[in-house]
């Protein structure tokens, strides 16, 4: 199985400034890599595909990057909406051993 | 616009089956770019991928339920099922059902990008 880890477990950031949430795989996943957003009592949300895609609909302030095993998802200018849970997910198995990471927590600070 | 909705018992006894229905709208289930998903989440805890299938009914289970789950799919009611025999305490959660996208040229399955609402089942005597 492989294991993603994702740091910090919290993070405190103002409005308006940048957050950066990393995301560690225990072996390659290459880009096969998806980052969710999830508020309380609410399903998750894709927000990144293939490491450095955005889903449909997500504003230009969030970006992906890294491969291999290193990630990381940056939402610049942080707005309210933004603070949340969010979830890196790898799909590179085949057959499919799908795993995510524990979460960040990213609050207002 | 495409909406998953879950249904089923929000109250299990211990050893018991607990089984929940996806319901599809808005869209084609029976397509072959797309897998189903179930994914659940204990209160306070993260998210546990729990199985895929396929229109055909080809299914993908996590390992670590294999043994106790099965999955189905009927497309001409546009939903799918899971079946979680021999339940515990620790099976208590929230459970989402979603559609995964399809990489075509590879034929595997990737994120999930559609969800339900999720349905929180409690297994309790």
Known sequence: EIVMTQSPATLSVSPGERATLSCRASQSVSSNLAWYQQKPGQAPRLVIIGAS??????PARFSGSGSGTEFTLT??????????????HQYNNWPPEYTFGQGTKLEIK | ??????????????????????????GSIGTVTYYWGWIRQPPGKGLEWIG??????????????????TMSIDTSKKQFSLDLSSVTAADTAVYYCAR??????????????YWGQGIL?????
């Open chain 1, 53 to 58: 895609t955005r889903a449909t609909g997500i």
């Open chain 2, 52 to 69: 895929s299938i396929y229109y055909s009914g080809r299914t993908y289970y996590n390992p670590s339920l294999k043994s106790r789950l």
């Open chain 2, 100 to 113: 995964q996208d399809m990489d075509t040229a590879m034929v595997t399955a990737r994120f999930f990008d």
């Open chain 2, 1 to 26: 616009q495409l909406q998953l909705q879950e249904s089923g018992p929000g109250l299990v006894k211990p050893s018991e089956t607990l089984s929940l229905t996806c319901s599809v709208s808005g």
């Open chain 2, 121 to 125: 089942v409690t297994v309790s005597s």
């Open chain 1, 75 to 88: 939402i610049s200018s942080l707005q309210s909406e933004d603070f949340a849970v969010y979830y890196c």
